[in-house]
T-cell receptor, first 114, second 111 residues
């Protein structure tokens, strides 16, 4: 079946602009995660959606970052007033639900803020 | 969160076995041990996971110590495509869903 897909693959924006990144999880997966990986850095958790529960936003680095998940499926990560330090690969993953479940990652969106 | 310790890097020759160790001495009794890897310029991919017993799949084997404080990922015959960063991550009550990636082990495979 289809895996996790993300769009766009690459995004170049100017400092101060808003960007939206999209994630389509595997069909039927109730859990969805966003991570980011800055150049030469490790993978950093951002936010986690599980079913209809309130999302775990503990990893969001600032209030410029927000995410929503509509209809329990597609998710959008929004970065407002982008800064150069936001440049990174943003990765989405989904899983069947519980904390022990394997997460399946998308190919990521490479964001470059000029 | 359960803390993990892995060697920063390892080298292997192609077609030889590779044993990648991980210490997770603070792992919870109900946590699974997941291994993921990240190939260059790609998102992480699942490799294998286990709870107590050793596990085998088409990609690798996972040997879990009896006290569960450590585990070893075994690639039986390394190929050039196995060059990646390998992460061991306890999953369950230790992470409440989100994966906590450490630095992982960078595996180099020499032809």
């Amino acid at each position: 079946g289809a895996g996790v897909s993300q769009s766009p693959s690459n995004k170049v924006t100017e400092k101060g602009k808003d960007v939206e990144l999209r994630c389509d999880p595997i069909s039927g997966h109730t859990a969805l995660y966003w991570y980011r990986q800055s150049l030469g850095q490790g993978l950093e958790f951002l936010i986690y959606f599980q079913g209809n529960s309130a999302p775990d936003k503990s990893g969001l680095p600032s209030d410029r970052f927000s995410a929503e998940r509509t209809g329990g499926s597609v998710s959008t990560l929004t970065i407002q007033r982008t800064q150069q330090e936001d440049s990174a690969v943003y990765l989405c993953a989904s899983s069947a639900g519980t904390a022990q479940e394997t997460q399946y990652f998308g190919p990521g969106t490479r964001l470059l803020v000029l | 969160d359960a803390k993990t310790t892995q060697p920063n890097s390892m080298e292997s020759n192609e077609e030889e076995p590779v044993h990648l160790p991980c210490n997770h001495s603070t792992i919870s009794g109900t946590d699974y041990i997941h291994w993921y890897r990240q190939l260059p310029s790609q998102g992480p991919e699942y490799v294998i996971h286990g709870l107590t017993s050793n596990v085998n799949n088409r990609m690798a084997s996972l040997a879990i110590a009896e006290d569960r404080k450590s585990s070893t990922l075994i690639l039986h015959r390394a190929t050039l495509r196995d060059a990646a960063v390998y992460y061991c991550i306890p999953t369950g009550s230790s992470n409440t869903g989100k994966l906590i990636f450490g630095q992982g082990t960078t595996l180099q495979v020499k032809p």
